[in-house]
């Protein structure tokens, strides 16, 4: 059976982390979102996101779409259907709102990894690290979004798998068995 890894989480707990290693070691890709979000300095179009305006991202038929921190996001079925035609295994990052989506149209299709840290104040020191801006940094921490994603919702309890992303050499540890689990469940 092919499988989504959907990364969840919140905001600095190491979700792009995640998939970029996933791509790296394991070739798994990951399905690329569209946002209205201004880039982050380093971000490229179709790479990181397809960047949109309020306009083009109305025009765009989405699986699910959400509103995170004042900014809205959105996944299509057409950019999985078209990760999925190369692969049997593919990563999604997503916030806690579209994995419970993901759970709920894709089924056991969908295996939900939820990130968090053992303490919420170390995800403020890695956005100023990773160089976002105050302003940006700041507002991010006051929306309801990144609250609610720091705890587990009740929906994904039993179904998502948590890793506790405190110590990166762990965490890799985690991914490699869960990607030699899923590669064996598809055979
Ligand atoms: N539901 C949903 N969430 C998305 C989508 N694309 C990105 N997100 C989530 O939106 C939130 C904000 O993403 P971003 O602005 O890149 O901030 P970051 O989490 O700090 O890297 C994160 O929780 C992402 O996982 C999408 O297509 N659908
Ligand atoms: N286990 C970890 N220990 C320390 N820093 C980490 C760890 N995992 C990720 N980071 C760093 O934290 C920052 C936020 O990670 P990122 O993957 O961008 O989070 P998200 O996509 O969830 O917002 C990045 O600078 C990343 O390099």
């Known amino acids: 059976m092919k499988h989504v890894i959907v ?8 979700k792009t982390t995640v998939s970029t290693y996933l791509k790296t070691k ?11 979000r201004p880039m ?12 949109e305006t309020d306009a083009s991202f109305a025009s765009n038929h989405y699986l699910e779409s959400v509103t995170y921190a004042g900014y809205q996001y959105g996944s299509s079925y057409e950019g999985l259907q078209r990760a ?9 990052v997503l916030d806690t709102k579209g994995a419970e ?5 894709l089924k056991e299709q969908a295996f939900i990894l939820f990130l968090t840290v053992g303490q919420s104040v170390i995800l403020h020191e890695r956005l100023r ?11 991010r921490i006051k929306s309801k979004e990144y ?11 039993g179904v998502a798998t948590v890793i ?12 490699d068995t869960i990607v030699t689990q899923l590669r064996a469940s598809a055979l």
């Open 26 to 36: 394991f070739q798994i890709p990951r399905i690329i979102t569209h946002t209205t």
């Open 7 to 14: 990364i969840t989480g919140a905001t600095g707990t190491g």
């Open 129 to 139: 690290d990773r160089g976002d801006q105050l302003e940006m940094i700041q507002s």
């Open 164 to 175: 506790q992303n405190d110590h990166w050499g762990n965490t890799q540890e985690k991914l």
């Open 84 to 92: 999925f035609e190369k692969n049997d295994l593919v990563s999604i």
């Open 40 to 51: 982050r300095p380093g971000e490229k179009d179709g790479v990181d996101y397809y960047f």
């Open 101 to 105: 989506t993901y759970v709920r149209e």
């Open 147 to 157: 609250s609610r994603d720091l705890t587990l919702p009740a929906d994904l309890k």
